[in-house]
């Protein structure tokens, strides 16, 4: 069985068309599905926004149904000035950038006194995500930064030590967060992004037109991506 996460219920939306729905129910406000596609049972559940948030939920969800990966789809942004709007970023690796205890020589986004820092997405996961190629863009490998705040493309600028000092491909809001809970449950995970503005600020003007394109072309990844571990008997 496996987990799939969304913060928001249009990020979500499409999956109820593609895969069949077994049940539906409500954790706190938080609706969970039960799903199935061909042999694979999945969890499909709106992990609402933040990574407070998205830990509390994923940490409920892997404690019930202790799935066999868990894996996050959304949007980002770009920092990486070779992505475009519409572009897929599967995740090598990711990180709190705004965990800032440096002033204790720690690292940035290092948790303190734990060995917790860049947290690194599955590795066979992200080999079955190799030969992707859909039509509405393309697919990068990158590291993706998370922390509690929406920086939009004019504040990037100002954040130079995003690209400059944690090497980051894409910001959001929280994969890195239900990274650390999977690394520290030892379950597989993988973030899947597609980005909806670009490094120069550039974005969608219709931003809801473009929240279900990017659903339905999350929907596409992971079917891919359920393809293949089906095909191997994951």
Known sequence: MYLV????????????????????????????????????DLVVAKSGVGKVLAA????????????????????GGALNPSYDIGDLVVSRDCMQHDLDATALGIPRGKVPFTPYHVLEADP??????????????????????????FVAGA????????????????????????????????????????????????????FAAFLGRASSHLAEALVFLLDRLGERGE
Not at 16 to 40: A, C, K, Q, T
Not at 56 to 74: D, N, R, S
Not at 172 to 192: D, I, Y
């Open 5 to 40: 996460l969304g913060a928001m219920n249009e990020e979500i939306a499409a999956y109820r068309d593609v895969f069949h729905v077994i049940s539906e129910e409500d954790w706190n406000g938080f609706p969970i599905y039960r799903m199935r596609y061909r042999s694979l």
């Open 56 to 75: 509390m939920v994923c940490q409920h969800l892997l404690e019930v149904y202790t799935p066999q990966a868990v894996i996050f789809t959304g949007i």
């Open 124 to 149: 066979c996961l992200r080999a079955f995500m190799q030969g992707f190629t859909p039509s509405w863009g393309r697919v990068w490998e990158g590291r993706v930064l998370t922390g509690d705040q």
């Open 155 to 206: 504040q990037r600028g100002r954040m130079a030590y995003l690209i400059e000092e944690l090497g980051g491909d894409v910001v959001e809001m929280e994969g890195a967060s239900v990274g650390l809970v999977c690394t520290v449950n030892r379950t597989p995970f993988l973030l899947l992004r597609i980005i909806s503005d670009r490094a120069d600020g550039n974005a969608p003007s219709d």
